[in-house]
Every structure is written in structure tokens, then in C-alpha cells.
């Protein structure tokens, strides 16, 4: 069963082993000892466990995923003009992922762009929206990170449609990009270049994170500032380099956005906190609905940020600590504040015409996929058993004999019966039969047991890896555990897979 290992688990395993490498490695990571961060395996306080290992990507992947880098895909807000582009782009195991396109003379030594890219994937976090991959080919260089489908934080602040962002929500985007930039900062990658509100997204569940693409330079040089001079630190004006110190700076900046919902340049607000005008500061779509004394604390702290001397400014760690004592909805889930649906991928529509079985599994219906596998019988099996004379042994004569009893068993509806005689049939293991694994599964989800039913289901694959009613089989259990987006992953194939044979090709 080796050759199928991969599938036999699909939609039972956490995400990073359901989804496997995209390419192998042709680059040696730089060596710092700690194996466990550059595969990836630590998830940095929780929460990243599913974010596969750092790995290099092939750039016939990232085309593929992109619609060979398509206009349509294109999702950096600042467009196709862009510098540096970022594309959204989904793999052929169906992960989404956001592609940053480097413009070619940006990075011209491969080596050091992929040494750069390596050390930033060693970063696993809740807090990140976290970099998966690189690409060096030819002049090609790109970033491949997790996707993060809820807009970013200046959408949201700026340029809302429905609501505007709530006060407690806006707590914790502060709180979370802080916890991000003091994990990066304990981890010995303090440094982040043009920090701002287009770099905060937002994941499928509305929690707020960091992008991993400005932990990395846009250049080799690091000499790029896309923001409005008004809103640079003070110390890269004079000297053009990026310090810890800086990123502080650039955070507080992202602490006046939260609060006005405007973007002020960092004197023009300082003056009016000098002034004791904060309640002019206050973003007035909140219609004060927030705390004063909250809005204090917070307009304190982006004093304290937006210091002219570097060594004036709070650590990370200050950050978290001035802002977890803020937070006043834990238990509110994010995408309640936000105001978005909650993440269910509703079940497409299937992209290819539907069987009977097909139709069936849709509706879920196990009455109607029971009497399809009692008329379908044994005929998908042929070809998957070739027996020589001498194993029509009497042990052969009684697992045969078991099959009949089990398939009376499930013409009548006796179930469990069904399932021992068919175990009995499987537990010899001299011939191996797809169409009893599916039928055992249907037993199995008729006695309420979708787990050992996917189990079977998955076996039935494995023996015949091209018949749709293993996959049919699948796209029920998966159902039947509330494992709704597998599941209408699996229909699709199976349907596939059932159209390819109308086309000519073997399955049913």
C-alpha cells in the first residue's frame, strides 16, 4: 500500500502533512543549528502548526498556480505598476497561496536572495501570515507566502464599504502586530521594512497578521521606502538603514491609523497630542463608541513610538505589554467584529455533469448509494485480481464463500453481518477487492462509523486509484465528519474521474 500512503490520509491529517512539498530542495539552507526552525516545525506560541516547512518552488509551480502570473491575480493593493508585484495564486493541492514578484535587477545574486528567503521561512507564527517558499529561476525571484483572503488593514480603515472597523477590534490588530514583532524580535529577525497598514491582512477567520513579505528586503540594498517621507523614521532619512528602532517607529504610525482612522502624518498628530486635542484625533465614524481612557493609553504608547531618538521608543515586548491589558472582547471571534461571514466554504458547484452515484453522494443520500453498488455488483473489479490455479486453494473457496455471505447480507440490508463477512473476506488478503472495500465503507456510515468508512473508502483507492466510486465514497465520510470543503474537493474528482471515462479512459 506504499504507493498511495499520501492519499490514504487525505482529509484526516493537520494540514502540513496533508500537503506535501510542492518541488525538492535545490538549495542548502544557511546552517544555525536549529533543524526544528528551518523545517518549519515550531509554530512560535501556537497556532501555525499547519503552515508547511520552508521549501523552494519550481517557477513552472508558481505559473500554473497563477495563471502564469495573470492580471486577474494581481491582489497588492498598490497594482500592476507596482514595484514589486503580489499575485494570489492557489497550488495544485488546492492550498491558496500570495506570490510576491520581485522586479529582476532587485535581487541579481540568487544565492543571497535565497539565503535571505530561508531565514525568514524559519519563522512559524499565529501572528504571521507566514512565508512558505521561494523562487530563484533565470532573473525570476519570488516569495511564496500563506494567503490571507480578508483584505488588509487599510482597507478596511480606509476604504470600508459596510462598517467601520469597532474599537475592541482595532485593540486587537494593535495587540497582534505587536506579539508578532516581539516574536520576530526573540527569534533575532527584529528588523521590518516599511511597516504600514497594507502590511497588516486579515486571515480567513478575520484575526489580524502580520505579512512575511516585510520581513524580507525589497532589495539587496534594503534602500526602499514606499511610504510618504511624512511617515519614515527620522534615522533612515539620515542614514538609509532600517533599524529595530525604526520598526517601533513605523508601528506607532500603524497606532495612529487604528485610532483616527485616518492616515496622519506622525508631527502633524504629535502636535495635537502635545495639545490635548486627542478627541479631534479620534476617528469620528466610531461615534464614540470606544474608551477614553483606553484611547489614552494607546495615544501615549504612539508617543512614545514616534519618538525622534531612536533609544527613546519602547521594545517590542512594552508594546505587548501596554496592550494585552486593553483587550476587552477575548471571546469575541474576529470575524464578528469585522463584520464578515464566518469561514465555510460552501461546497462548489461541482465542475463536471453528476452520475446517479454522483448525484447521490451530493444529497447524501446513503439509501440511493446502497442500491447503486447492489446493481453495480463485482463488474468494476475486473483486471484488479489475477489469480494463478494453484491458489484456488479451500481457503480460497471459503473467502469467496464469505464474500457471498456478505454480499446477501448487504442486498438485504443486514449491515453488520455485512461488515463481518466482508472483514472476514479482507482479513485473508489473498485477493484484494475494491468494490468490497466501497461496499464495507457504505456499511460503516449506515452504522454511523464515518471514520472506519473513510478508512475503507481510502483502500478502495488504493486499489484501483483512477475509480470514482472510491473517491464518491470519500466525499461521504468526509461529509459525514463535517469535513465539508474535502468533501466537495472529492466529488469534483470523482466526477472527473467519471467523465474522463466517458472520454474513453477506465472508471465508474
Not at 491529517?13 to 546552517?31: I, V
Not at 483572503?149 to 497582534?176: C, G, S
Not at 456478505?406 to 453481518?417: P, Q, V
Not at 460503516?444 to 473508502?457: E, F, G, I, K, S
Amino acid at each position: 500500500m506504499g504507493c498511495c500512503q499520501s492519499s490514504l490520509f487525505k482529509g484526516t491529517r493537520s494540514d502540513k502533512d496533508r500537503y506535501p512539498q510542492t518541488t525538492g530542495l535545490n538549495h542548502t539552507p544557511p546552517s544555525n543549528g536549529n533543524d526544528a526552525a528551518a523545517a518549519g516545525v515550531g509554530d512560535g506560541g501556537g497556532g501555525a502548526g499547519g503552515v508547511p516547512a520552508f521549501s523552494e518552488f519550481s517557477l513552472a509551480d508558481l505559473k500554473a498556480a497563477t495563471n502564469n502570473f495573470s492580471s486577474d491575480f494581481i491582489v497588492s493593493e498598490s497594482g500592476e505598476k507596482a514595484p514589486n508585484v503580489v499575485y494570489k495564486g492557489r497550488l495544485q493541492n488546492r492550498r491558496w497561496i500570495a506570490v510576491k514578484k520581485f522586479t529582476k535587477l532587485a535581487w541579481p545574486d540568487p544565492k543571497q536572495f535565497a539565503d535571505e528567503a530561508w531565514g525568514v521561512g524559519k519563522l512559524r507564527h499565529r501572528r504571521l501570515a507566514n512565508l512558505i517558499g521561494y523562487c530563484c529561476d533565470g532573473d525570476e525571484r519570488l516569495l511564496v507566502a500563506e494567503y490571507m483572503p480578508n483584505d488588509t488593514l487599510a482597507k478596511h480603515l480606509f476604504h470600508w464599504e459596510n462598517q467601520t472597523i469597532e474599537w475592541a477590534m482595532r485593540l486587537r490588530v494593535a495587540l497582534y502586530i505587536a506579539e508578532a514583532l516581539d516574536y520576530c524580535s526573540a527569534e533575532g529577525r527584529p528588523l521590518y521594512h516599511d511597516l504600514n497598514a497594507y502590511r497588516v491582512l486579515f486571515d480567513e477567520n478575520g484575526d489580524p497578521r502580520l505579512s512575511c513579505f516585510g520581513m524580507m528586503k525589497n532589495s539587496r540594498d534594503g534602500k526602499s521606502y514606499s511610504t510618504n517621507l511624512a511617515y519614515t523614521p527620522p534615522e533612515y532619512l539620515r542614514n538609509g538603514r532600517v533599524t529595530p528602532e525604526s520598526v517601533i517607529f513605523s508601528f506607532g504610525t500603524v497606532l495612529l491609523d487604528l485610532l483616527s482612522g485616518k492616515h496622519i502624518p506622525p508631527s502633524h498628530a504629535l502636535d495635537m497630542i502635545r495639545g490635548k486635542n486627542i478627541p479631534l484625533l479620534m476617528d469620528s465614524h466610531l461615534e464614540g463608541n470606544f474608551s477614553t481612557e483606553e484611547a489614552t493609553v494607546v495615544f501615549e504608547l504612539a508617543s512614545q513610538c514616534l519618538q525622534y531618538e531612536p533609544r527613546e521608543r519602547p521594545s517590542p515586548r512594552n508594546l505587548v505589554e501596554t496592550l494585552a491589558p486593553l483587550q476587552n472582547k477575548p471571546d469575541v471571534p474576529s470575524y464578528v467584529m469585522l463584520g464578515i461571514p464566518k469561514h465555510e466554504e460552501a461546497p462548489p458547484t461541482p465542475q463536471h455533469p453528476l452520475s446517479p452515484m454522483g448525484d447521490a453522494c451530493t444529497r447524501m443520500d446513503l439509501t440511493a448509494i446502497h442500491q447503486i453498488l447492489v446493481m453495480t455488483h463485482y463488474k468494476d473489479d475486473e483486471g484488479t485480481n489475477e489469480l494463478s490455479f494453484q491458489e484456488w486453494t479451500q481457503q480460497m473457496r471459503d473467502m469467496l464463500e464469505a464474500r457471498k455471505r456478505g454480499d446477501l447480507a448487504f442486498r438485504d440490508k443486514d449491515f453488520k453481518t455485512a461488515i463481518d463477512c466482508y472483514s472476514q473476506f479482507i482479513d485473508v488478503g489473498t485477493m484484494v477487492s475494491p468494490t468490497v472495500y466501497a461496499r464495507r465503507s457504505l456499511c460503516y456510515l449506515l452504522c454511523d462509523q464515518p471514520d472506519t468508512a473513510l478508512r475503507d473508502a481510502m483502500q478502495a483507492q488504493c486499489v484501483y486509484p483512477d475509480w470514482s466510486t472510491a473517491f464518491y465514497m470519500q466525499a461521504v465520510a468526509l461529509a459525514k465528519l463535517d469535513m465539508h470543503k474535502d468533501a466537495a474537493d472529492m466529488l469534483n474528482e470523482a466526477a472527473a474521474l467519471e467523465e474522463k471515462r466517458q472520454r474513453g479512459g477506465r472508471g465508474s
